[in-house]
């Protein structure tokens, strides 16, 4: 059971374009979902994270758009550097519970 | 800035053989995780550790699992025999409070051959 699906698998960019990373789910209970990059070797290190309470947050070139209706959030990172290359995980909640649970991960190449 | 601490990064161990992976979380969160990713695949979910006892735990952590604060600051995983399907990277992940960020370390990588 599949509670976090993240789309694409790999996502190649110019430098200078937008990243888009798409994520769905299923149980109505989550209400915190971070995003996490993971450079190679290393742990998930969190990036932004958003509450169902907003529809958009923006840190820097990063930003969390939520659609709650929908059940989907998506990562955007404008002007992509070579330097976000990276694997990219969504993440989700609930109030109450200890496990994150992760997307399958978005490999992200930003190509000079 | 404080940060998730692990050792060791790398451990190779022989099948059936016990392994203690070692943690120490940021000093003033109070809860502690262990999580695992199989090399190319999605990060999951082991267990969650709060008042010294196990607060959650997914269907990985079976009998062969256990988890300990020894001390007031380090956070133990032990896998008591080990498999070849053990192999991954084990992360541990601590928190101020339930639902909370969960900052991670950088991970243990677990060979069994």
């Known amino acids: 059971q599949q509670q976090v699906k993240q789309s694409p698998q790999s996502l190649i960019v110019q430098k200078g374009g937008i990243s888009i990373i798409n994520c769905a789910y299923e149980n109505t209970a989550f209400d915190y979902f971070p995003w996490y990059q993971q450079f190679p070797g290393k742990g998930p290190a969190l990036l932004i994270a958003?509450?169902?309470?907003?529809s958009e947050k923006k840190e820097g070139r990063f930003t969390i758009s939520f659609n709650k209706s929908a059940k989907q959030f998506s990562l955007h990172i404008m002007d992509s550097q070579p330097g976000d290359s990276a694997t990219y995980f969504c993440a989700a909640i609930s109030t109450g519970a200890n496990n994150l649970f992760f997307g399958t991960g978005t490999r992200l190449t930003v190509i000079p | 800035e404080p940060e998730v601490t692990q050792t060791p990064s790398h451990q190779v161990t022989q099948m059936g053989q016990e392994v203690i992976l070692r943690c120490v979380p940021i000093s003033n969160h109070l809860y502690f995780y262990w999580y695992r990713q199989i090399l190319g695949q999605k990060v999951e979910f082991l267990v969650s550790f709060y008042n010294n006892e196990i607060s959650e735990k997914s269907e990985i952590f079976d009998d062969q699992f256990s988890v300990e604060r020894p001390d007031g600051s380090n956070f133990t995983l032990k896998i008591r025999s080990t498999k070849l399907e053990d192999s991954a990277m084990y992360f541990c992940?601590?928190?101020?409070?339930?639902?909370?960020?969960?900052?991670f370390g950088p991970g243990t990588r677990l060979t069994v051959l």
């Open positions: 958003i509450r169902p309470d907003v």
């Open positions: 992940a601590s928190g101020q409070g339930v639902a909370d960020t969960q900052y």
